[in-house]
C-alpha cells in the first residue's frame, strides 16, 4: 500500500486571490500648519545693467548740500540782523542812534528810485536772489556722473576723471593710437589721439567703436556722445 500524498500547504502554492491591504482612516481633525522655511530665493540675482542700455532703473545726481553759500547767507543775514538789533536796544535804552543807521536812513530817504547806486544795489540784490534760486532748484555735483542700478532705490555715481582714465586707456588699446585725450562731460565724451601707423580714418573708425563699447560698459544713467579726433603724428 503506497501512503496517501501529504495535502498541500498555504504554503506550497501562491493563492490566486490578490492579497488585501486593509485602508486605514485618517483621524479626521485640523492639521497642523506647515513649519515656515526659508524664503525661496532667485537662483540668478539681479545683473547689473552693464553694457545694455535699456536694463537698470536710471538714477539722478545726489544733491549737493550747498554748505558754502548756505554759511555766506547765514554770516550776512546774521551780521546785519545783529547789527541792527544792537542799535535799536541801544535806542531803546536812551542813547542816540548809530551813526551809520542814520545815515542809511538819508541816503534811502533823499536818494531817487533812478540814481546810479541805487539801481547799483537792485542789480546786486537781484543777482543774489538769482543765484540763491539756481542753487535752490539745482543738484549740484557736476563732477559726478549718475549710473544705472538694479534696484530703485539704489544710487551709484562714478566720478569724470575716473571714467575719463577707463576710457582713456581703452583707447591706448587701439592699435596705431600712440597718445590719446579725453574729456567727460554730462553729455558727450570728447576723445583725441595722435596715431602714428595705420590709416587715420580706420583708427577713428576702431576708437569710436572701442569708446562706445566702454561707455556701455560704465553703465552710464544717460550714455553720452562720442565725439573722436585724430592726427598723423611721424615725430
Known sequence: MTPDPDPPTSN????????????????????????????????????????????????????????????????????????????????RAGRPAAAWRRHLADELATRPVDDVWMLTGAAVAAAVGVWLIVLALTPGLRHWLPLRSPAPGLRATLDRDGAA?????????????????????????KARADVRFREPRQVKDDL?????????????ARPPRIVVRVRRRTD
Request: proline letters at 14%.
Open 165 to 189: 582714465d577707463l576710457i582713456r586707456d581703452a583707447a591706448m588699446r587701439v592699435p596705431g593710437v600712440r597718445k590719446a585725450r579725453v574729456r567727460v562731460r554730462r553729455h558727450r565724451v
Open 208 to 220: 569710436t567703436a572701442v569708446l562706445g563699447d566702454e561707455c556701455d560698459q560704465l553703465a552710464l
Open 12 to 91: 506550497s502554492a501562491p493563492s490566486a486571490r490578490p492579497a488585501t491591504v486593509p485602508l486605514a482612516k485618517e483621524p479626521v481633525g485640523p492639521r497642523e500648519p506647515p513649519q515656515p522655511g526659508p524664503p525661496e530665493q532667485d537662483a540668478s540675482p539681479p545683473a547689473l545693467a552693464t553694457g545694455e542700455p535699456g536694463k537698470g532703473h536710471r538714477s539722478h545726481r545726489p544733491w549737493s548740500a550747498r554748505r558754502l553759500p548756505a554759511a555766506l547767507v547765514a554770516a550776512l543775514v546774521l551780521v546785519a540782523a545783529g547789527a541792527a538789533l544792537v542799535d535799536v536796544v541801544a535806542v
